[in-house]
């Protein structure tokens, strides 16, 4: 599936509501993606010269970096100097134009500017705030900093990874911007819904922590700690605290690493048929859990002196569940991936065609679509100033030439 670039939004669940986001990487980018795919019309405001830092992230291709062309993507950029007074004037004009705002700047910083919830009521009484920051504008570090590697870590997931004995893991990706994003999004549309249904809406103020998206998923550490005293560890593979017969990883023949999930009792009896164990032997619950480390043992062995495509052909036979542990070339080989058309490919002015991630989550009967790349730095202005905000041409004339926008 190739996708227009530069056409305009307004498919989706999501046409004709208006975003602003003053946030950088990456949660309140995020949450404003998944608005964009949707076909909200998101406007992505960046400092003029050096714009958003993702840009600049991760790996390049003959210097142009690939990260933005996918962060960044459906969404328009306009360049703006919030530390000018012109500046400001001018993002408070976005903010009267938005249904919805996202904001990542510091507690200061954004009383500073006018862009607190006081400032944003203030200037659109039925705009929906989004503030993401490191700790929650309510705590007694409102002011701090804060990244999503560090909401990990404060969420309990980073205590949780990793194999008894040795250090805390952090996964691979900005895995605690990525979930405040998405939740942050998640916020942002229960709080449309009530305006849509309640005739007395006077805007709405989501505050959001970084660390607290990753802490609601794990749903029971806190009531462990709290009821029993106890404090979940790591445990490898298998879930902290509800071990299940099999959940491991198997390195095949071929050196390829094959994940195993069995935690339902018929699904671990399968394991220990595929082995050539009793199957009595683990027909309980307590035989299974008790039986755990003689069919990971077995399971590690049996699974080396075989190929992978071997040990996968026997485990869906057995009806075990297994998949090899996927690279991005597994994924972008994959039949299940191209049958879901979950990679799209996407003209880029800079790079020509390239493949991304399609919309997800897919909607049939109103499907969000892919429409543009991350735009340049600044590509949007006319578009977004002159024609969104009615903004002059003598006064944007004069705003470029003093380098506010």
């Known amino acids: 599936m190739t996708a227009g670039q530069d056409t305009g939004g307004g498919r989706g669940q999501l046409p004709g509501l208006k975003v602003v986001e003053f946030a950088h990487v990456v949660a309140g980018p995020m949450a404003g993606s998944m608005l964009a795919d949707q076909g909200a019309d998101v406007v992505h405001v960046e400092a ?89 504008a309510t705590s007694s570090r409102a002011n701090d900093p804060g990244f999503g590697k560090m909401g990990e870590a404060r969420s309990g997931v980073v205590h949780l990874t990793g194999f008894p004995g040795g250090p805390p893991v952090h996964t691979g990706f900005s895995h605690g911007d990525a979930v405040t994003g998405l939740m942050g999004a998640y916020a942002v549309l229960a709080a449309l819904h009530r305006k849509a249904t309640d005739p007395a809406f006077d805007g709405e103020w989501i505050d959001l922590a970084l660390f607290e998206p990753l802490y609601r998923l794990i749903e029971w550490q806190v009531i462990t700690y709290d009821q029993l005293g106890t404090v979940p560890e790591r445990a490898g593979n298998q879930l902290a605290v509800a071990p299940a017969a099999v959940i491991n990883t198997y390195r095949s023949r071929d050196g390829d690493w094959i994940t195993v999930t069995s935690a339902t009792l018929r699904s671990v009896r399968n394991v220990a048929r595929l082995l050539g164990l009793p199957e009595e032997e683990f027909a309980t619950s307590r035989q299974q859990h008790d039986g755990r480390e003689r069919l990971d043992t077995g399971l590690r062995e049996w699974v080396a002196a075989r190929g992978t495509a071997e040990c996968l052909e026997a485990f869906g036979r057995a009806e075990v569940v297994a998949s090899r542990v996927f690279t991005a070339a597994d994924i972008a080989a994959d039949p299940v991936y191209a049958e879901r058309e979950d990679i799209i490919t996407v003209d880029d002015a800079d790079l020509g065609p390239v493949r991304m991630q399609a919309v997800i989550p897919r909607f049939h009967q109103a499907p969000g679509q892919v429409w543009r790349t991350g735009p340049a730095l600044g590509q949007d202005n006319r578009l977004v100033y002159r024609d969104w905000l009615g903004v002059g041409e003598d006064e944007l004339a004069e705003l470029e030439k003093r380098g506010v926008i």
């Open 48 to 136: 003029p010269g050096a714009g958003d830092a993702a840009r600049a992230m991760g790996p390049a291709k003959d210097g142009v970096p690939l990260w933005f062309k996918v962060a960044g993507r459906n969404k328009r950029s306009v360049t703006l100097d919030l530390h000018d007074e012109a500046g400001r004037e001018l993002a408070h004009r976005l903010v009267a134009w938005a249904d919805v705002v996202i904001v990542t700047l510091r507690a200061g910083r954004l009383r500073a500017w006018e862009l607190d919830w006081e400032a944003v009521h203030r200037i659109n009484p039925k705009a929906v705030l989004l503030q993401i920051s490191g700790f929650g």
